[in-house]
């Protein structure tokens, strides 16, 4: 059986933050791929267009053999809801134990995702370590815990480990911000996404 692990996200852009987490998930549980899910229509984000953020995932994947990116997404109108996508990846991989890579920050709101009892069942997560307020690790485990009991309260069992990362301080936000400011983004973005960023003049005053 092969070993996939999902990695969602607004991905708007994509950082270092983000490939530094995929990178460890595939070698902590011995992935086969990491299939890279950017959400069509973020549920609680507005976003750069689709396609530039797919655009920015490809140049940013494209030289790893064990990283995809979908666009599975496209073919459903609506909302992104993650659970959607993973019965649809199950389709096209069958015979595949899946993982969902996460941000503790993401993980933490799982509970009132829609479906998110059934999708946290449905296969393992890896989180990833992130400063929300200060908390150390063992907080973050708590943190973590406490998802777990609510899942529990509803009768719904979940599987996760903590990604062993650095903490990593780049968001996608940051990122934004920075350009809003005009300050460099050089190092927390991979070089062939800076570059189309400034040619697309994304996330400046004068953005498309
Ligand atoms: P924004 O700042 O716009 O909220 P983001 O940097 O959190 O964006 P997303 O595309 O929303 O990026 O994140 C996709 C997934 O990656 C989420 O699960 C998020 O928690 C996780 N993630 C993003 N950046 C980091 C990071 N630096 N360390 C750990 N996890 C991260």
Known sequence: MQQIAIFGGTF???HWGHLLVAETALHQVSLDQVIWLPSLNPPHKQA???????????????DHPAFTVSLIELNRSG?????NSLTDLSA?????????????????TLPRWYRGYELAQMCDWLI?????????????????KQVEQQLQNQSSTIHWQFLNIPLVGVSSSLIRQCIRKNHSIRYLVPESVRSYITAHQLYS????
């Open 92 to 108: 096209f991989y069958p015979n595949t134990h899946w993982y969902w890579i996460i941000g503790l920050d993401a993980f933490q």
């Open 12 to 14: 708007d852009p994509i």
């Open 205 to 208: 005053n004068k953005s498309e």
């Open 128 to 144: 990833a370590p992130r400063l929300l307020g200060g908390e150390t690790i063992a907080q973050s485990e708590l943190i973590c």
């Open 79 to 83: 909302m992104s809801y993650a659970i």
């Open 48 to 62: 750069a267009l689709f396609e530039h953020r797919v655009e920015m995932l490809q140049r940013a994947t494209e």
